[in-house]
């Protein structure tokens, strides 16, 4: 059938499959020019098949000939209804590495559960015997908690007072201000249930206690800190409770693994268009401001760049792993320069309805988030008939 987006608010109802195989093939591309990493062999990602955990299974396949077992939750294909674009980025990658000799398989399911952890575990213990990195990447609205069955919902909110900014609607380049109630004690416990580092736990936990992770093994979970102007609605709200959480565990998890050698870290990645950053208000601002500065500097990167980097100049020089003061990697490194930082500040101020297609790159907002779902992707032909019903060749 002929695919095309179908917009609903901030979601995209459609996915394109040829669109999201292009997208991996280029992401393939841009590893395998940057030369080979002398990283990981067997690789765990929870949070595969978009994003930085996607980026983060094409980097150490293509980057490092590793095996690789992806964990995602995704929408299969139905006879003329697209899949989730993460599961045709999936299928993509699995023919992909299938074709380069690699060993990949896919497990499809919610990984909060205890029955998708099991399935991985066994998993391993057959195919692989042990992991040498877990890449841990779940971004999710919720949760069913495993042990209590309560089905937590994050919110994005600021605490203690109402916060008041700018936002702008990706979709019509209209800027107003918006206010947003500051959330309950309830509130920040159920977003740190969903999005803190209890969950990473139970996976290095439950992979320990079976002894799959390799001497030395190492795991890494994402996170973001950014500015000033987004503090009260990002850091310092809801979500950056949750970050707190996630950053304390990587010291837990840390102290666990010591008697393997392993190691536990939190990268504090870039600022990036994503189904769930275009959902945060006043957020999809900063970042259509900060690609036009990043863009002019030439220091402008999506998730495949910010991956591989970190890999090749972070987790594997050879050398002791570079940190902040409080012990996190940083590859928002170029986000966060001071000058960058200034001139988006400035551009905070000047933005308007009728400044923003000037001084801002909404253009580049808007294309980065179609091609979430495989939309305008240069290499691809959208008049062509194309199917929907693609399968995961490795899915277990
Ligand atoms: P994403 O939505 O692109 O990826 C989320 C992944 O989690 C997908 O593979 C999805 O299938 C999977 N997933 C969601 N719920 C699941 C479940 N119940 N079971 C199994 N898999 C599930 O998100 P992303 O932007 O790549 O975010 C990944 C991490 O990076 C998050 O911790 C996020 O906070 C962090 N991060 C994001 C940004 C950004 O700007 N987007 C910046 C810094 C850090
Ligand atoms: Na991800």
Not at 18 to 43: F, L, M, R, T, W
Not at 50 to 72: C, E, Q
Request: hydrophobic letters at 40%.
């Amino acid at each position: 059938m002929i695919i095309e987006p179908r917009m609903r608010g901030f979601i995209c109802l459609t996915s394109h499959p040829d669109g999201c195989a292009q997208n991996v093939k280029n992401q393939i591309e841009y590893v395998k020019s940057k030369g080979a990493i002398n990283g990981p062999k067997k690789v765990l990602v929870i949070g595969a098949s978009t994003g930085f955990g996607l980026a983060s299974r094409i980097t150490a396949a293509f980057g490092s000939d590793a095996a690789t077992i992806g964990v995602f939750f995704e929408k299969a294909p139905s006879e003329g209804k697209t899949a989730s674009p993460g599961w045709y980025n999936s299928a993509a990658f699995e023919k992909e590495a299938h074709a380069a000799g690699l060993y990949a398989k896919s497990i499809n399911g919610d990984a909060f559960s205890k029955e998708i952890k099991e399935k991985t575990l066994a998993l391993i213990k057959t195919d692989l015997g042990q992991v040498d990195l877990i890449i841990y990447s779940l971004a999710s609205p919720v949760r069913k908690h495993p042990d209590t069955e309560f089905l937590h919902r994050s919110v994005l909110k600021p605490i203690g007072a109402p916060f008041s900014n700018k936002t702008v609607d990706f979709h019509t380049g209209n800027v107003s201000t918006v206010t947003i109630e500051p959330a309950n004690e309830e509130d920040i416990a159920n977003t740190v249930a969903v999005m803190g580092g209890e969950d990473w736990a139970m996976w290095i936990d439950a992979l320990k206690a079976e002894n799959l992770l390799a001497n030395g093994a190492t795991t890494v979970a994402y996170s973001y800190i950014g500015p000033a102007l987004t503090e009260a609605v990002y850091r310092k709200g809801t979500i950056g409770r949750a970050k707190d959480d996630l950053e304390a565990t990587a010291f837990k998890i840390g102290d666990q693994l010591k008697d393997i050698n392993g190691q536990a870290y939190v990268s504090v990645n870039k600022a990036l268009v994503t189904q769930a950053s275009s959902a945060i208000p006043v957020i999809p601002l900063y970042i259509s401001l900060l690609y036009k500065v990043m863009k002019a500097e030439g220091i402008h990167e999506g998730t495949i760049e910010q991956i591989q980097r970190l890999y090749a100049d972070r987790l594997y020089t050879g050398k002791p792993i570079p940190t902040d003061d409080k012990g996190r990697i940083r590859i928002d490194d170029w986000e966060m320069r001071e000058d960058v930082q200034a001139q988006v500040a400035k551009l905070w101020e000047e933005a308007t309805t009728e400044t923003l297609p000037t001084i801002g790159d909404l253009p580049g907002y808007r294309s980065d988030f179609l091609s979430l779902f495989g939309f305008e992707i240069d290499q691809v032909d959208y008049q062509k008939d194309t199917n929907e019903m693609v399968e995961i060749e490795g899915l277990v």
